[in-house]
């Protein structure tokens, strides 16, 4: 079982709805991390958090510490936005694992 | 620019051949790591390094080595005894505030 779980896996949307993408980890983080991976398949960092919230545009990361869950929010999502979103944890000793991604489509 | 560089793009190699990716940080990051990533799949840590001359297995070590010998390198061999070389590999660092990654290997062993 992996660390780090993702849902969906698959996600489809119509722009401008509000997407949420869900991510739970099984043992103690000291950080998460959410990237995004284009197509041709450079990733970028989105967020890192170890409590509380963060926002960047349209963009909205939570972390649940107790309930070891943290969600990731676009909001009036475009087709630009279409990518795979990964979320990882970042464990003792700068153990770094991440899990399957959610790959999202969001349609004109 | 402050980034990570990885070399190169494209490889293609014979089975039974060893073959080394380069990747090199300007960041100053203490910590590097390496992944694989096979089509319509996750992130899979192969090997990382904290610091100089210390490195640890990550989740799917075998038929990889690595050598951490200066802060700004982190090579990572593949070698004959991977039994399915062929993927996409990216190198990693982690800051104090993101993780940074190369723009990736495609390693092709035919």
């Known amino acids: 079982k992996n660390e780090v779980e993702q849902s969906p896996q698959n996600l489809t949307a119509q722009e401008g709805e509000f997407i949420t993408i869900n991510c739970s980890y099984s043992v103690g983080i000291s950080a998460l991390h959410w990237l995004q991976q284009h197509p041709g398949g450079g990733i970028v960092s989105l967020f890192m958090?170890?409590?509380g919230k963060k926002k960047h545009g349209r963009l909205i990361a939570t972390i649940n510490i107790q309930e070891k869950h943290s969600s990731l929010h676009i909001t009036a999502s475009h087709p630009r936005d279409s990518a795979v979103y990964i979320c990882?944890?970042?464990?003792?000793?700068?153990?770094?694992?991440f899990g399957e991604g959610t790959q999202l489509t969001v349609n004109p | 620019d402050g980034g990570i560089t990885q070399s190169p793009k494209y490889l293609f190699r014979k089975e039974g051949q060893n073959v080394t990716l380069s990747c090199e940080q300007n960041l100053n990051h203490d910590a590097m790591y390496w992944y694989r990533q096979d089509p319509g799949q996750g992130l899979r840590l192969i090997y990382y390094s904290q610091i100089v001359n210390d490195f640890q297995k990550g989740d799917i070590a075998e038929g990889y080595s690595v050598s951490r010998e200066k802060k700004e390198s982190f090579p990572l061999t593949v070698t004959s005894a991977q039994k399915n070389p062929t993927a996409f590999y990216l190198c990693a660092t982690l800051g104090g505030t993101e993780a940074f990654f190369g723009q990736g290997t495609r390693l092709t062993v035919v």
């Open positions: 958090l170890s409590s």
């Open positions: 990882g944890g970042e464990t003792s000793g700068s153990r770094l694992t």
